[in-house]
């Protein structure tokens, strides 16, 4: 919805009721590869690992203090694949 294009409450209420686009992980690949170069392709790549990563040593922390620690071990082991895809990622030339 263009903001600059609505003039009246109608107008607003009208564009509020038109679909939205979704998207998921495929339609997100799919506008990858039609609008990024590979370095920016790398750098989203090397992004989204990275999150992760972040993400799995949070879970990894708060399991452990929660006691579980067994669950924690699960998600520090992934949290090390994470960490070696993104040295792996962050070693990827590009010239």
Known sequence: ME???INS?????????????QYNADSMYELCLKH???EDATKLA???VEQLAIFHQ???TELTEAGEAER?????HDESLLAT?????KRVSLD
């Not at 895809?85 to 990622?89: D, G, H, I």
């Open 58 to 60: 949070n879970t990894r």
């Open 72 to 76: 924690a071990c699960l998600w520090a």
């Open 9 to 21: 409450v109608s107008e607003l209420l009208a564009a509020n009721e038109q679909p939205v686009e």
């Open 36 to 38: 990024l170069g590979c």
């Open 85 to 89: 895809a993104m040295n792996c990622l």
């Open 46 to 48: 090397t992004m989204l």
């Open 3 to 5: 903001l600059s294009n």
